[in-house]
């Protein structure tokens, strides 16, 4: 993780700072970008794309720096760190992640004209105020930073939760994430940590207060077809022969990798289990990526499957088993709720964006 990430001290001193450097060359610069973005908008699929991302891009510069400055407030009032980790600072933090991840969200989805549809089951005000007092591990499938996105502001934001995630430690280079993520109880890891991820997990997992919520993304990386192949030879290499069959009939996930969601579990056995699923954001995995395939005047679809903690099987191939029924239940959900446009909104029966 050296060689490719700097110091700590070197991002802090450098890198954030060139946050608000970049945040104000390009407010000066901007009615150029907007001439510029205009320019380019007819050679980019749908309408005004390049202009939309240039809308989006200022937001996003604009609420980085706020943010960056609010924790190094936070960090002076809190004597220079010495306050940081108490509960009232964490709660701090996690407004300011909320505050964050909120307004990127309205901008997103008003810019792009994106309606945003959570199904989940219904609860009586009995069950949602007991499943309330109790942490849940999530497991999500992987499909790029959009639905990582997502999927954290709805638990912040929706269902008022604290999340807890494992990422990867080359997300330090993002201040925000930087400074955010390690005064939060989470965790970066350097690829190919396998043993250390799990450690962090299980750190994770044992420190979830009822609050908590512990993600974790069982398929280890973003959905590809050559990762999905990569990932059946491996289990077939392994002799692993009926989870190699069973990821070969999933025609859009990869294969969970059960070992940080059975130590989550085990860490966590008062945890209720939560399955995630998201479609309208896959494939948006590079900045060319965005570039070209941000969704617009789309619906985007999330499914929330809860399983109490008195229902997760006993026993480490039972779980693996269970795990995998649940990844086959996604993959089928993903493949009959495919991206649908939205209706424009001249048109008779149109709905706002959420």
Known sequence: MSGVLPPRIVRRLVLAP??????????INVPFLVLLAVAVSPWLPGRWRALRLLYLGLAWLALESIALFACLGLWVTSGFGGRLRSEPYQERHYAIMRWFLTTLYRVATRAFRLRVEVEEPELTPQEAGARLARPVIVLSRHAG??????????????YRREPRIVMKAILQLDPGLDVMINRLPNAFVAPGRGAGAIQEIERLAAGLGRKGALVIFPEGGNFTPRRRLRAIRRLEERHRVEEAKRARAMEHLLAPQPGGALAAIAAAPAADVVFVAHTGLDHMVTVGDIWRGLPME??????WWRVPAAEVPPGRAAQVRWLYDWWERIDAWIGENRPTALPHPDRPGARPPA
């Open 18 to 27: 060139l946050v608000l450097v970049v945040t104000v060359a390009v407010g």
């Open 145 to 158: 930073p959009g639905d990582s996105f997502l999927l954290v502001h709805q638990l912040l934001s929706r």
């Open 298 to 303: 789309q619906v985007i679809k999330a499914r």
